[in-house]
């Protein structure tokens, strides 16, 4: 009988001396070179203006707009729910909330839409996925959505269609933009993991 | 023969450290599961405030503590603490059944003691650990067992001060255990 | 990866359900060690039965330790988990009425619901006990809320408040419990030879 508990003893011990030595392992598995190449070689992680444009217009719940832009040129101007995360605090914790969520599309947009794919690789390497670059940034976005630029008379129907839709766009965003703001200082829908379980009570 | 296993009479309880295995897995698992430990104490919280409720909606809803647990929608008993109690008991019942230990009901007591005086105590005793389990947030089960093991600081100031007050007043209270 | 309910892999429709089969598991655990008597739990005070000793370390450490090896499979994350939330004054306060609570009921709230289980009147007095104790805590909850929620540490762990790696305390927790083993496999030899009232 003792033997045993000798025994058992010992492997506790060992156990437990062997969680001394663990090394914090990191809390997001990183992808291969390769992987991560392929990725970025691939154009699917770009969505265009007009995509953005229809998602905030149709309250897409999906969507999870980020702003990789410093916090000064965020509350100058902002799309509609979009967070701040600058480029330079994309690995603290607080914004590593906004990732890997399921079902959400996380799209990274910044002046152009360098910083934003700059987080996107990162992100990526991380382990991430659902996440997309807005293409061509807010300048696009200038451009195209708050002064579209009507089409030459010679160029085809679907110019004038994508125009069309741009038009009703810039209504969108010009026309209502006072109401927007405020109701975004209202209420900005943000979505974060979960941080701990709502235990009611001790036990 | 007959007289022999009599005074050699041995409840077999399982050895300790295998329950204790088990019941150190069983925290590890429902954490795993729930994000959090075990609990006992605050199904009888839940049925406090559910009796409260009943009898007296409004003086339970002024009530500073009570009020916090009640919410229009759901009754205080839907709660997964409650469901865990239940099943306590019907997990005790399972281990009653199957090493034959489930009698008619009576009072264990030392010999040396009534069985209204143990009555009297346990009672006692029930008072005092239903005001200490608010206090520190949790029971044996609660804040020392599954609040020590996810290294929560409280649940280990909880531990700490159970047991040192157990063997601090034990003397005390020696007549009613051996 | 887990936790599992909080991550969403398992949905809060099951939630009931585990709550059960978690129960059952925790009943049938406590009853099978011999919780169900408050002579076998108060032995541990006395020196005759440290059975509450064995369990109770013994369930602490592996926990612990078992802990320490799923975050680092990365099986939870333990970020998480519920960490109980430290008022240290009212947990003081609570710790030592517990106690005594301890000392007079012979059980706690979970053993005495597995003692009912098996036809103990005892228990089920306990339980009133603590239906009442509870009551009588809510209905003078005014005089002591300040004292209630002082000394608000938040969810804190050992490690958030010494910055020692929560390893060096499972190790320290392991060391400590199973010393305690040997020492009292020897201690509740003597004592039991003592005693002769209570069989074992």
């Known amino acids: 009988m003792n033997r045993n508990y000798l025994f058992l003893t010992l492997i506790m011990l060992v156990l437990a001396a062997g969680t001394l030595f663990l090394k914090k392992t990191p809390e997001y598995k990183q992808i291969k070179p390769e992987t991560l190449l392929w990725d970025i070689i691939q154009p699917t992680r770009y969505v265009s203006t007009d995509q953005v444009a229809k998602m905030i217009i149709d309250k897409d719940p999906s969507l999870e707009l980020v702003d990789v832009r410093d916090v000064n040129s965020f509350e100058k101007f902002a799309l509609a729910n979009a967070v701040n995360v600058p480029l330079d605090s994309l690995l603290s914790p607080v914004s590593q909330d906004y990732f890997g969520l399921p079902g959400i599309k996380v799209v990274f947009y910044s002046n152009d839409d360098i910083a934003a794919d700059q987080a996107w690789v990162i992100t990526r390497r991380m382990g991430y996925g659902g996440t997309y670059v807005m293409k061509g940034g807010l300048n696009q976005w200038i451009e195209t959505i708050i002064q579209p630029k009507e089409p030459r008379e010679d160029e085809p129907y679907t110019a004038f269609e994508q125009y069309q839709f741009r038009k009703g766009v810039q209504m969108y965003f010009t026309g209502t933009k006072v109401e927007n703001t405020i109701a975004k200082k209202k209420k900005v829908v943000v979505r974060r993991k979960k941080k701990q379980v709502a235990a009611s009570g001790g036990c | 023969m007959n007289t022999q296993t009599k005074n050699n009479y041995k409840p077999n309880y399982i050895n300790p450290y295998l329950g204790g295995v088990l019941l150190g897995l069983l925290v590890l698992l429902t954490v795993y599961i729930t994000g959090r430990g075990l609990g006992a104490s605050g199904a009888v919280k839940s049925t406090v405030v559910t009796t409260a409720d009943a009898i007296s909606p409004t003086l339970a809803k002024a009530n500073a503590y009570m009020g916090k647990f009640i919410s229009g929608d759901r009754s205080p008993m839907y709660n997964w603490l409650v469901f865990e109690s239940l099943g306590i008991f019907f997990g005790g019942l399972l281990s009653g059944i199957i090493f034959r230990r489930i009698r008619k009901p009576w009072v264990e007591h030392s010999p040396k003691i009534t069985s209204k005086t143990r009555l009297i105590f346990a009672l006692l005793g029930g008072i005092f650990f239903g005001a200490g389990s608010q206090f520190g947030r949790g029971c044996t089960s609660g804040a020392a067992l599954s609040g020590s093991a996810t290294f929560a600081l409280g649940g280990v100031i909880v531990m700490l001060t159970i047991f040192g007050t157990g063997y601090a007043v034990a003397w005390f209270f020696r007549k009613l255990w051996i | ?200």
């Open chain 3, 1 to 200: 990866m887990g936790p599992l309910i909080p991550n969403g892999i398992i949905t809060g429709d099951w939630n009931f359900v585990i709550a059960i089969l978690v129960g059952i598991a925790f009943g049938f655990i406590l009853e099978a060690s011999g919780f169900s008597s408050s002579r076998n739990i108060a032995g541990v005070f006395y020196g005759y039965n440290f059975v509450v000793l064995r369990v109770f370390f013994t369930a602490v450490i592996v926990a612990m330790v078992g802990l320490l090896y799923f975050d680092y499979f990365g099986w939870i994350n333990l970020s998480q988990i519920f960490i109980l939330p430290t008022f240290w004054p009212a947990m003081l306060l609570g710790g030592v009425i517990m106690g005594f609570g301890f000392l007079m009921g012979g059980f706690c709230p979970g053993t005495s619901f597995t003692a009912i289980s098996i036809g103990k009147i005892d228990g089920l007095v306990f339980t009133v006990g603590l239906y009442l104790g509870i009551f009588i805590f809510s209905e003078s909850f005014p005089l002591f809320k300040g004292f209630y929620n002082s000394g608000n540490l938040g969810h804190v762990t050992l490690t958030d408040v010494t910055g020692i790696n929560a390893a060096w305390f499972a190790f320290a927790f392991v060391i400590i419990a199973l010393a305690a083993f040997w020492v009292t496999m020897l201690i509740e030899k003597k004592v039991r030879k003592k005693i002769t009232e209570y069989k074992f």
